[in-house]
């Protein structure tokens, strides 16, 4: 059975998702993903745009402005629920595996 599309986010959709919960654009994303990860995740621009489109399709993050080829986006409110959906299982991963006693 194919999984639910979004039921879990990547790594990388997660921290795209949380960087647009201020407005930015792509290029912006790329380096706050790099930063806010110690370099550890990086995004090309290839998933990013590829992402973006599908995000705006999805209404789960929304276009703010255009500047020439630059283009800013913010997150919405079903974009929102999603990133704190995957918060909260991340979490619950967390927990299972301090409280793991086997």
Do not use: H, W
């Not at 998702?17 to 912006?28: I, V, Y």
């Not at 090309?44 to 789960?60: E, H, M, N, R, S």
């Amino acid at each position: 059975m194919a999984r639910e599309k979004y039921k879990t986010l990547t790594e990388q959709m997660f921290y795209i998702l949380m960087c647009f919960r201020k407005e930015c654009c792509g290029t912006d994303v790329m380096e706050k993903v790099a930063a806010i990860t110690d370099g550890r995740v990086t995004i090309g621009p290839g998933t990013l745009y590829a992402l973006l489109g599908d995000f705006v399709k999805q209404d789960i993050i929304r276009e703010t402005a255009v500047e020439g080829r630059k283009r800013s986006y913010i997150i919405t409110e079903k974009g929102k629920q999603m990133l704190e959906e995957e918060y909260a299982r991340l979490r619950t991963l967390v927990n299972d595996y301090e409280n793991c006693n086997l």
